[in-house]
């Protein structure tokens, strides 16, 4: 028993001692203390210029009406991209519980290995049918969808005509890759055109956000498509702000214009409308979907997306293919606020689009704009230079399938309370 007692004592010691250690080399080398005070230094131009980012805490499901730490009651949600309400949706859940019994929590492995089940399969088989593409491939995300197909694909013979004002991580991407690359003023036909026009490129890949996120305008995907064709290029949208919602099914930004199944590539998020877990793909030819698995390094080297986000994704993709009312019901939903807002006398960006910024120029009125609609129960954010330019502050509203129409109502009402209170609108 000594003998035991001593053994325990020493390692709790040995165990005390490389704690004590591990504290000591981690926060009091010289080369540690120089990092903290260069990042210290970031983060105060951040602060000073206005742009630091502090977190609200949610203490409820995702949802129209949730808790947010330090509020009282429950507060109207109008900044979620969980545009069809399917974020805490019953059946959704349900379905992810039963495969997280059915599946385990994860797969610790990577797809090529020992990571694919067949729910994997299932889904990527389901988003082909819903886009009318040949096949598909997950990914963790779609940002790392978007990191991984470029430099799979592209190469120094190659071209990449990017909009100015695609998503970070398109142009991330796009930075990994090694063609030439090439920005067109936004949504600028005749700049793409004579950016194709002075190119002979090997492939000639157009690229751009079918919806663009900040604003919530279309990318002329007719006038691409026209352009595509005269210059021989291949069309890539990102699709995550339309994908199951947009469109008269939800099948995006092309069946918003009447025009499904002509892109060549689309990449979208399973992290938005389609139950909003976390996950994106790439849908498209076979044999770029095959190149991928053999190429796309975030694909290679991150691990399978866990049973439950596949299986609560399976759910909602075989919703949409049911029914349409989910989609109907959000843009019905976005009607009545842009309609409401623009009676009142704001003005609302975009084109039709559950995305509605509420434009109001000044960087320090929309940031006041805000504070004063989460004192009337309505959580919105206020976006301003950088993230939009100079002179263009907007609150961004986004709608749901989930809103009743008395709480869009009841954030008009509040919009104009505060708009008449602030000299917006009178």
Do not use: W
């Not at 001593?6 to 009091?28: D, E, G, I, K, P």
């Not at 900040?214 to 006038?223: H, T």
């Not at 793909?281 to 596949?310: A, C, H």
């Not at 409401?340 to 929309?366: C, E, K, N």
């Amino acid at each position: 028993m000594a003998t035991m007692q001593f053994t325990r004592n020493l390692l709790q010691q040995c165990s005390s001692a490389a704690s004590a250690r591990l504290v000591f080399y981690s926060t009091a080398t010289a080369g540690n203390h120089k990092l903290r005070q260069i990042i210290q230094h970031q983060l105060d131009d951040i602060r000073e210029a206005g742009t630091y980012k502090s977190e609200r805490i949610i203490t409820t499901p995702q949802a129209t009406a949730i808790g947010v730490e330090g509020s009282t009651g429950k507060i109207l949600n109008f900044c979620a991209n969980n545009y069809l309400g399917l974020s805490a949706n019953h059946d959704v859940i349900n379905y992810g519980k039963k495969a997280l019994d059915e599946y385990g929590a994860g797969l610790s492995s990577v797809r090529f290995i020992c990571g694919t089940q067949d729910i994997h399969k299932q889904l990527e088989n389901k988003l082909s049918q819903f886009h009318q593409r040949e096949d598909t491939i997950l990914y963790a995300s779609c940002f790392d969808a978007n990191a991984g197909i470029f430099e799979a694909v592209l190469t120094p013979e190659d071209a990449v005509f990017s909009d100015e004002l695609n998503h970070a991580s398109i142009i991330d991407g796009i930075r990994l890759c090694k063609a030439k690359k090439a920005r067109y003023l936004h949504r600028n036909m005749a700049d793409l055109e004579e950016k194709l026009r002075t190119t002979d490129a090997r492939i000639k890949m157009i690229v751009t956000d079918g919806v663009f996120s900040m604003d919530g305008n279309v990318a002329p995907l007719a006038e691409i498509f026209e352009l595509a064709d005269r210059y021989g290029a291949v069309t890539f949208v990102d699709d995550c702000h339309a994908t199951g919602f947009f469109g008269k099914t939800g099948r995006g930004t092309e069946e918003f214009y009447g025009m499904l199944g002509r892109c060549d590539i689309i990449n979208s998020t399973l992290g938005k409308a389609l139950g909003g877990a976390a996950g994106g793909y790439t849908t498209g030819p076979r044999e770029l979907i095959d190149l991928l698995r053999q190429k796309s390094r975030p694909y290679l080297f991150s691990n399978s997306l866990p049973p439950p986000v596949v299986a609560s994704a399976l759910k909602v993709i075989d919703m949409l293919m049911e029914s349409s009312e989910l989609t109907a019901k959000v843009q019905s939903n976005t009607r009545r606020f842009r309609e409401a807002m623009t009676r009142a006398g704001f003005t609302i960006s975009g084109m039709d689009h559950p995305i509605s910024p509420v434009m109001l120029g000044d960087a320090r009125l929309a940031s006041t704009f805000a504070d004063e609609m989460l004192k009337r129960g309505i959580y919105v954010i206020g976006f301003s230079y950088p993230v939009v330019p100079k002179g263009k502050a907007r609150i961004r509203v986004q709608l749901s399938a989930a809103h009743s129409e008395e709480e869009i109502d009841r954030a008009v009402a509040a919009f104009i309370e505060v708009g008449k209170q602030l000299g917006v609108v009178s």
